[in-house]
């Protein structure tokens, strides 16, 4: 997955020694991680809630995130231009 920048999602927070320094949801040591993790395992939504104490809205707001995020066009990338030795 891509490196998504999570200091811009209002939903999570990392701490230096709160689960060392993880991304986690606010006010809880639940990793956003986890998340992609199991539902890339096959667990639902509904599932992650339950077996990990997490709102819909918690839920909605990392996965939101992340498709803005990835959806975000990418600058372009810099070319720099050779200087030309034969030019006047």
Not at 41 to 53: K, P, Q, R, S, Y
């Given at each position: 997955?891509a490196?998504?920048?999570?200091?811009?999602?209002p939903?999570?927070?990392?701490?230096?020694g709160?689960v060392?320094?993880?991304?986690?949801?606010?006010?809880?040591?639940?990793?956003?991680?986890?998340?992609?993790?199991?539902l890339?395992?096959?667990?639902?939504?509904?599932?992650?809630?339950?077996?990990f104490a997490v709102?819909?809205?918690q839920?909605?707001a990392?996965?939101?995130?992340?498709v803005?995020?990835?959806?975000?066009p990418?600058?372009p990338?810099f070319h720099?231009?050779?200087?030309?030795?034969h030019?006047?």
């Amino acid at each position: 997955m891509a490196q998504l920048d999570w200091s811009q999602c209002p939903a999570v927070e990392s701490v230096p020694g709160k689960v060392s320094g993880a991304w986690v949801f606010r006010d809880t040591r639940m990793p956003v991680a986890t998340v992609f993790e199991n539902l890339e395992a096959g667990l639902t939504v509904e599932e992650v809630m339950e077996e990990f104490a997490v709102t819909r809205e918690q839920i909605n707001a990392v996965l939101n995130f992340a498709v803005q995020s990835l959806e975000s066009p990418m600058p372009p990338p810099f070319h720099s231009t050779p200087a030309n030795a034969h030019s006047a």
